[in-house]
């Protein structure tokens, strides 16, 4: 299977260049006030905009992260590692998998290539699990390749948990 999920170590420095991305973004805000007195108002309404939307696109993604963790599928569960303990989902319970291009949470800032999506598991039960996969710039959908290895594996779990229904089924 050719799924790239982040390591632990990874999604370390993930939170590390968050923080640096959040000081950049609040010292952009800063300079803008400071210099609003000495601005036009259209100058100041374009570069304000363009800040806010910046802002609320990384709020966004910094509650994404704060959802995600660094996972691994193992035979036919997704495991999911957090602070409260590793949780493991059957991939029969996925309902859904889709991916999300992340503009600011990156592993590094040197590098295109280092890419990040976010990769979210809906359950059948409507709960949503996050985690990050690598992905290419502009790539669609986000980490293509993951994705299809993805769906095929839960497809292929949902086949054979169906399969051993019925033959349970049958046998009673």
Excluded at 132 to 139: G, I, M
Aim: glycine share 4%; with cysteine; proline share 3%.
């Amino acid at each position: 299977m050719d799924i790239r999920f982040l390591t632990f170590p990874e999604f370390q420095n993930v939170y590390f260049y968050r923080s640096i991305t959040l000081a950049i973004l609040a010292a952009a805000g800063v300079l803008v006030i400071v210099r609003a007195p000495d601005t036009r108002l259209p100058e100041l309404m374009v570069v304000g905009g363009c800040l806010l939307i910046m802002a609320w696109r990384f709020a966004l993604e910094w509650r994404r992260l704060s959802k995600a963790g660094p996972a691994s599928m193992h035979e036919e569960e997704l495991i999911v590692a957090s602070p409260h303990g590793d949780r493991r989902i059957a991939l029969s319970s996925v309902q859904a998998v889709a991916t999300m291009h992340s503009l600011f949470m990156v592993r590094r800032y040197r590098s295109w290539s280092d890419h990040l999506a976010f990769l979210q598991f809906t359950l059948h039960n409507g709960e949503r699990v996050y985690t990050l996969v690598e992905s290419a710039v502009f790539e669609s959908p986000a980490a293509k390749r993951s994705l299809a290895a993805i769906r095929a594996a839960v497809l292929a779990a949902k086949v054979r948990s169906a399969a051993a229904e019925r033959s349970t089924a049958q046998a009673t």
